[in-house]
């Protein structure tokens, strides 16, 4: 990738002040697109004002810049005009012949190349297309598979064979915040606007980093004393190093290569925007709450209806009644498929299974967008239900409630817990809510079950609640209940009244025709309540009828007001799903190095390796064995938890990874998982001092007056470390080094830093750090070492840990 813009570094021999001064020569060769000033410019300002912060203590900075006169040219003329266009503009493509292909083209040339390749069958799944982007809206254009024109649904089937590549954005705060500083920069000094889903030039951030890296290696080399114009000096100390940047944390090899991390998005389906990949399985949005029970019956789902009546004789009105839910034959009734009976001798009848819940749960659902043609068709499923039931043997339904309408995989709703009357209980349970649906007139009986016609009436009054309930929204005298009781509804219901108390409706927007028809169907006389023929017939009138063609259309169209709806639930439970994710993954890295967390996620065998050189730190407690004799075991436990959270702050503070607690013993290493060259052993030093001056003045909560020493032990040498175990897996650190410096720290002296010779050749030279010869002492295991007591003048530092 080319980029326009050049440093020279003027090292200049004359010294003006204490401190050195380095000159930047800053050098725009061109301002044509795509890396033009107005791109690059707020990023190298950035840059610029962060070297001067990372040496602001060690070396001063003058900037010389240099901005030639051409402008930016829209007809693409200039000193790399040509180039440019050439590698952006002219939609060359470049591809590997084989199962996977990998596309470097602007948008119009990609959904082109896409239509072809579905249309000779290559994006059935045999084939994998890896398109890599450089920044999306600009030099590749907006990658979206919607145009506007014929082929869109096309390019959308094709594009799910297609795979986006990039550099891998981070979705950290500061980098949002980077992000957004960038494009204000760009409209307020070079009156450049971004698109609305215009993404930042990642070369842009190159900018900014190489300034970071530089001021970083520069800081470190003057305060090791070394000259910093020293060129291998200064790329020699970026090797084999992490750092951690605007951008996400970024790593150097021994071999002086940066290693990067790309990103690949994936096509969502459903909403038809490319997202990141994840490895998390399907989501299933089934299990929705229901008034009845779930069961598989020859590997299919079924729906549990459970009776009252615990056993049952066989006579020849039950077998009329099996036969006639047999005889069933209505699209928008629930299929009946047998009786059951469990080991409790519970009876239990079996029903068709409907996948997408009860009328009550979609009603209740505010995302879901109910329009008038949708509400309608649900009315409809019922009236047809309900004329059916009534027309046949089995004369009335008798339970009617929007809980027993239910909506099957195909959006049609379907009334359910109908027939076998013989079996069923007919009593009335007044502190039950299905008492709402009862007609008044059966309130006041301790028994629904009379005669027929009696019983239909009261359909077509359970029918009326469940209308208004659609035309609302609301629950059965829902308005009322903010001041009354169930008991005083029921009572309400049952006195004999001019004016019947009913669900209230002024607050509730209803066409007069059908607010008409629902007056009608809960008038307090039951004989003057329609028939369900009435009803059909009413609402022929309104246009309600599904015959013919209009059948269909009321199908798709109620089957794309659910999959409408179906967007944002998936796209709701997606985002639970993902902070969920989150923070399981964030309580995996309290345990697990992120490093060591990636692999185990992505199903990586999680191999040992080998570190040439770190530094691990030990401590203990002092005297931890007269303590624990004093105290009770509690009183153990917070002692050792305010001390460790306490070391848990402080270790926060520097580039460490802590190993693990065993009793009073705290384990900390430096170098590994992420390799930081010979930082680690300044690292552990500093960080072990700060620990000694916490401890110097950490009070016990249940012995304040007993003062707490610690004995602190370091040792740098190789290591290896690996994952071991499969449940509750634990990084483990083996070596020789490990046993030293445990060595270390039990031939140590309260309150004082021992330290190996190994240690202390790495810390020679570093001014903040002295050494005191301990001598020749004899150590367990390892015979005559020459050890050191460490002490680093960074008391200023430690106090503010």
């Not at 309150?751 to 010869?773: A, P, Q």
Request: net charge negative; hydrophobic share 40%.
């Amino acid at each position: 990738m080319l980029t326009y813009f050049t440093i020279g570094l003027m090292l200049s021999a004359l010294v003006y002040s204490e401190k050195p001064k380095i000159t930047i020569g800053a050098f725009i060769g061109d301002q044509s697109l795509p890396f033009g000033i107005h791109r690059s410019g707020p990023a190298i300002e950035l840059g610029l004002q962060k070297l001067k912060e990372l040496g602001a203590d060690e070396f001063d900075v003058e900037v010389i810049r240099y901005i030639s006169n051409l402008e930016c040219d829209p007809d693409l003329s200039g000193l790399f005009a040509t180039v440019v266009a050439e590698m952006y503009h002219r939609g060359n493509i470049s591809a590997i012949v084989g199962p996977i292909f990998v596309i470097v083209c602007n948008n119009i040339a990609l959904r082109e190349l896409m239509l072809t390749a579905h249309s000779i069958g290559m994006t059935n799944g045999e084939y994998v297309f890896l398109y890599f982007f450089a920044m999306n809206g600009f030099i590749n254009g907006e990658i979206n598979w919607k145009m506007g024109d014929e082929n869109d649904e096309i390019v959308r089937k094709a594009f799910q064979s297609l795979l986006l590549v990039g550099l891998f954005q981070s979705e950290t705060k500061e980098f949002e915040e980077f992000k957004f500083e960038l494009k204000r920069r760009s409209l307020e000094m070079y009156n450049y606007s971004y698109g609305v889903k215009e993404d930042v030039n990642p070369q842009s951030f190159a900018f900014y980093v190489a300034f970071t890296l530089y001021g970083e290696a520069v800081k470190n080399i003057i305060r090791d004393g070394k000259d910093f114009r020293d060129g291998k000096e200064v790329t020699k100390s970026l090797w084999n190093r992490t750092f951690n940047v605007v951008t996400g944390k970024l790593f150097i090899d021994a071999k002086g290569d940066l290693l990067v991390d790309m990103m690949i998005l994936d096509l969502n389906p459903t909403s038809g925007e490319f997202v990141l990949k994840s490895m998390s399985d399907d989501i299933s949005l089934t299990g929705r709450p229901m008034d009845y029970r779930v069961a598989s019956y020859k590997g299919s789902k079924v729906n549990l209806f459970e009776f009252k009546k615990k056993s049952f004789l066989t006579s020849r009105i039950l077998f009329l009644e099996l036969l006639q839910l047999r005889d069933v034959n209505c699209t928008n009734l629930t299929k009946f498929i047998g009786l059951t009976e469990n080991d409790s001798d519970q009876l239990f009848s079996l029903t068709e299974f409907c996948s997408r819940g009860d009328l009550r749960d979609i009603l209740t659902k505010n995302s879901l967008d109910l329009n008038k043609e949708f509400r309608i068709s649900l009315i409809s499923d019922i009236i047809q239900a309900m004329e059916y039931i009534h027309s046949s043997n089995i004369w009335y339904h008798g339970n009617l409630t929007s809980r027993s309408c239910v909506i099957d995989s195909r959006f049609v709703l379907k009334v359910t817990d109908f027939g076998i009357q013989s079996l069923r209980d007919f009593e009335i349970d007044e502190r039950n809510e299905k008492c709402l649906w009862v007609a008044p007139e059966l309130l006041r009986k301790s028994v629904t079950k009379t005669d027929i016609t009696e019983m239909q009436c009261a359909d077509v009054y359970s029918f009326a609640i469940i209308l208004y309930e659609v035309l609302s929204r609301k629950e059965p005298f829902e308005d009322d209940r903010y001041f009354l009781t169930l008991d005083e509804i029921v009572t309400k219901l049952k006195h004999v009244n001019q004016t019947p108390f009913r669900p209230r409706i002024d607050l509730v927007e209803i066409n007069r025709d059908i607010e008409r028809l629902m007056k009608m169907c809960w008038d307090e006389d039951p004989k003057s309540r329609p028939t369900f023929h009435v009803i059909r017939k009413e609402s022929r009138k309104l246009r309600w009828d599904r015959s013919g063609d209009k059948l269909l259309d009321t199908l798709l169209s109620r089957m794309e007001e659910y999959a409408d709806n179906l967007e944002g639930l998936v796209e709701e439970r997606t985002q639970n799903l993902i902070e969920e994710k989150r923070r399981s993954e964030e309580l995996l890295h309290e345990v697990l190095p992120r490093s060591v967390v990636d692999k185990l996620k992505s199903g990586r065998v999680v191999e040992p390796e080998a570190y040439t050189c770190v530094t691990i730190y030990f401590s203990d407690i002092v005297g931890f064995t007269e303590i624990s004799s004093e105290s009770t075991p509690m009183q153990i436990v917070d002692l050792l938890n305010d001390l460790y959270t306490c070391f848990d702050k402080i270790i926060d503070n520097f580039d460490v990874y802590k190993v693990e607690t065993i009793g009073d013993a705290y384990m900390v290493v430096s170098g590994l998982p992420v390799r930081n060259g010979d930082q680690h052993v300044v690292e552990i030093a500093k960080m072990s001092w700060s620990i000694l001056q916490k401890v110097n003045v950490f009070k016990i909560r249940h012995k304040p007056n007993t003062p707490l020493s610690a004995r602190i032990g370091i040792h740098s040498g190789p290591v290896c470390a690996g994952v071991v175990g499969c449940k509750m897996p634990r990084y483990c650190l083996f070596g020789d080094t490990v046993n030293t410096a445990s060595r270390m720290e039990s031939n140590g002296q309260a309150m004082r830093i021992h330290c190996s010779e190994s240690t202390r050749n790495l810390l020679d030279g570093h001014h903040k750090c002295v050494l005191e010869d301990r001598g020749n002492i004899q150590i367990k295991g390892k015979g005559v070492m020459r050890t050191y007591w460490l002490r680093c003048q960074i008391e200023d530092d430690a106090t503010n840990v």
